[in-house]
Nanobody, 121 residues
Framework: QVQLVESGGGLVQAGGSLRLSCTASGSIFSINAMGWYRQAPGKQRELVATITSGGSTNYADSMKGRFTISRDNAKNTVDLQMNSLKPEDTAAYYC???????????????WGQGTQVTVSS
């Protein structure tokens, strides 16, 4: 089993910044992609950004230039630096990771419990 624990959410004014962190632990042989998603009330969960083990990144268009995803493969962590926050960025942010328990196991995707980000106008 793999656990993902997020931290760093909170309340911030529009234009401010927050940094989210997520740590993966448990039965991990390797981690492929890690990512951040968000879900606002009444809306579907949407992609924020992903990063491969090699450092290749992908961002949703609305986050490009404002958010930066990074990871530390040695520590099994993924961070999301969020700048120039807007009220529409208010959502629960979820970390995920595609992990393998061994070299012969198929990868599985795990999710964290989410951390709330609220941006006031």
């Amino acid at each position: 089993q793999v656990q993902l624990v997020e931290s760093g959410g909170g309340l911030v004014q529009a234009g401010g910044s927050l940094r989210l962190s997520c740590t993966a632990s448990g039965s991990i042989f390797s981690i492929n992609a890690m990512g951040w998603y968000r879900q606002a009330p009444g809306k579907q969960r949407e992609l924020v950004a992903t990063i491969t083990s090699g450092g290749s990144t992908n961002y949703a268009d609305s986050m490009k230039g404002r958010f930066t995803i990074s990871r530390d493969n040695a520590k099994n962590t993924v961070d999301l630096q969020m700048n120039s926050l807007k009220p529409e960025d208010t959502a629960a942010y979820y970390c995920n990771a595609e992990t393998r328990r061994s070299s012969v196991n198929f990868p599985r995707v795990y999710w964290g419990q989410g951390t709330q980000v609220t941006v006031s106008s």
